[in-house]
């Protein structure tokens, strides 16, 4: 037996407090919704994981949920949202408060960042950001001179979280996965991190197929099911009510309180 096969409950003991964490899947499409629980589940017990760094290119509700319940301290994304169901309540709520430190993004930013995150380089260069007034809201991207043609050039530092979280259509013992078509930057994750914590619909004894391949994963936990109410393609579609009422009820971090205890009961 694997000794990278853990149950969600220890898997989601192994995101230390401070560390920038990153999630697969794209806004409401194939989240880690079933580990996001059992974050959220052990952080109401003991505290901890906090002062979190979330990273994604993307964000929907498996962020605005750890960003509702207090445990996040800053957040790297080009887009927070639930798409047509509406804005992200809670970032929105704590956004506005001044309660969170924004790191201005975008595709760009990130796209390079991870790229020299992958390949283990302090930055990447790119003409992204030229003649923008983005750099003044990001002092540490700074310009450089391409040593062989003289161009001014964008050079965005490297991304690399201590840990992302993917949840796969299927996954081998060792952590060979399936992730599908709809890929996101789930492989520039996967590749760029320090840790890699998998979730899976299924168990497979042999792989037959993988878009993630198996050394580079220090654990995988069993979750069927485990994107919903973010839909899971071609295993299962978007359930719309749920997040049109998570984005009807939720305002401010009363009626937070009173959403997550009642999700997180069920």
Not at 121 to 150: N, S
Not at 217 to 233: D, K, N
Request: hydrophobic fraction near 45%; proline fraction near 6%.
């Amino acid at each position: 037996m694997s000794d990278k096969l853990l149950p969600l409950a220890e898997a989601a003991a192994l995101v230390p407090s401070g560390c920038t964490i990153a999630f697969g899947g794209m806004t409401i499409y194939r989240r880690p919704m079933a580990f996001v629980r059992a974050l959220l589940q052990r952080f109401y017990a003991t505290g901890e994981p906090r002062e979190l760094t979330l990273v994604s290119f993307t964000s929907g509700l498996e962020s605005d949920l750890l960003v509702g319940a207090g445990m996040v301290r800053c957040v790297r994304t080009c887009y927070f949202g639930l798409e047509i169901f509406g804005l992200a309540p809670m970032f929105t709520y704590r956004a506005n408060h001044g309660e969170l430190v924004i790191m201005e993004e975008t595709e760009a930013s990130l796209a390079f960042g991870l790229r020299a995150g992958i390949a283990r380089l302090g930055f990447m260069p790119g003409r992204a950001w030229l003649g923008t007034d983005l750099p003044r809201l990001r002092p540490d991207v700074k310009t450089i001179q391409d040593p062989y043609t003289g161009e001014t050039l964008m050079a965005f530092p490297a991304i690399r979280p201590d840990v992302s979280v993917i949840h796969t259509l299927q996954s081998d013992a060792e952590g060979n996965a399936l992730i599908g078509g709809n890929q996101g930057v789930d492989e520039e994750l996967f590749m760029a991190s320090e840790m890699v914590l998998l979730t899976t619909e299924e168990f497979q004894s042999e792989m037959k197929r993988s878009d993630l391949i198996g050394p580079t994963v220090r654990a995988i936990s069993l979750a069927p099911g485990g994107a919903r109410p973010t839909s899971c393609h071609p295993l299962y579609a978007l359930d719309g009510e749920a997040l049109l009422a998570y984005s009807e009820e939720v305002s401010n971090p009363e009626t937070f309180q009173a959403f997550i205890q009642r999700w997180l009961s069920v």
